[in-house]
């Protein structure tokens, strides 16, 4: 599958942002979904990740109550709504798929990537 994200940009704290990651060919509802974070500097980090039904979620603490992940299967696309917008969230946002378990925060567990978009908070 080929996944392609979208939707960063500048933003000020305390503002929303929302991302979108659409997925090519026809087996997007056999994958669990999950975006993860780079910020200039440090590793990747979990952010949140959805079940292949999209009726569970898991979300990173620092996320949790901020950010929100949904999927349409009919358009094979996977969100990221965040609110209450952050410095600290600023970073190079990526969308993965994986085969196995939506519960799984490690980013070696994702089989398929797409770029990244860059979302960028000012305080």
């Known amino acids: 599958v080929q996944l392609q994200a979208s939707g960063g940009g500048l933003v000020q704290a305390g503002g929303s942002l929302r991302l979108?990651?659409?997925?090519?060919g026809r087996t997007f509802s056999s994958y669990a979904m999950g975006w993860l974070r780079q910020a200039p500097g440090k590793e990747r980090e979990f952010v949140g990740s959805i079940?292949?039904?999209g009726g569970s979620t898991y979300y990173a603490d620092s996320v949790k109550g901020r950010f929100?992940?949904?999927?349409?299967?009919?358009?094979?696309?996977?969100?990221?709504?965040?609110?209450?917008?952050?410095?600290?969230?600023?970073?190079?946002?990526?969308?993965?798929?994986?085969?196995?378990?939506?519960?799984?925060?490690?980013?070696?567990?994702?089989?398929?990537?797409?770029?990244?978009?860059?979302?960028?908070?000012?305080?």
């Open 20 to 24: 979108s990651c659409a997925a090519s």
């Open 51 to 53: 079940s292949r039904s």
């Open 68 to 123: 929100t992940i949904s999927r349409d299967d009919a358009k094979n696309t996977v969100y990221l709504q965040m609110n209450s917008l952050k410095p600290e969230d600023t970073a190079v946002y990526y969308c993965a798929a994986r085969s196995g378990s939506f519960y799984y925060s490690l980013s070696n567990g994702y089989d398929y990537w797409g770029q990244g978009t860059q979302v960028t908070v000012s305080s």
